[in-house]
């Protein structure tokens, strides 16, 4: 069977010019796990051309008891082009799910839900959390705003109650089978994708 490449093989013909281009890669090849645009580029180069295009959107997710979600949280805020991941509580993490994405995404660390609050009232963004509370408004008809942070509670014990009562709101997201909740990563891709359809494709809800 053939064996599959992954990326792509030495740059084929003459070098292109421009300051953004690897020497290194256009030499030797590049398998990074990046889009076709960015084959060959230095890493702060993409780094760069990123941080001119982020959306105004941010995620955090609540890190109390080593949650293993967070590394697919951060891979999708990079497919959905998030402005920044916040960690709050603990600061270690586990990478293997960003696959190498939190190379390319800003992360932030706060050590408590005050200070998180504090940062985020100071940038001036309203904070969503995401939850099935008694309180929670459907995702599918709230009018998501563009300047938001989107939180997360670990998996298993949700938001806390800290990150509850500083919301502007609490959102769940339609379920129709037997479970009550669902995997953390899979509740921030849905949310994420609802604000991109809001404000990248402007698709109002009903």
Known sequence: MPVHQIGVGPWEGPLPEGGHWDPELLVNGDTRNVVDQYRYWKHDAIVADLDSKRHPFHVAIENWQHD??????VRT???FMAK???IIGRRRW???GAMVTDRYQH???HPTVEEFVEWAQGEGLHIIGIDNFPDSVPLETYELPENCVLVFGQEGPGLTPEVHAAADATLSIAQFGSTRSMNASAA???AMHGWVRRHVFGQRVN
Do not use: D, K, P
Not at 68 to 73: A, R, T, Y
């Open 94 to 96: 586990n990478r293997r």
């Open 84 to 86: 920044e991941v916040h």
């Open 77 to 79: 805020a990079n497919a």
């Open 107 to 109: 992360v932030r660390h």
């Open 68 to 73: 293993l979600n967070i590394g697919s949280v």
């Open 188 to 190: 921030a891709a849905i």
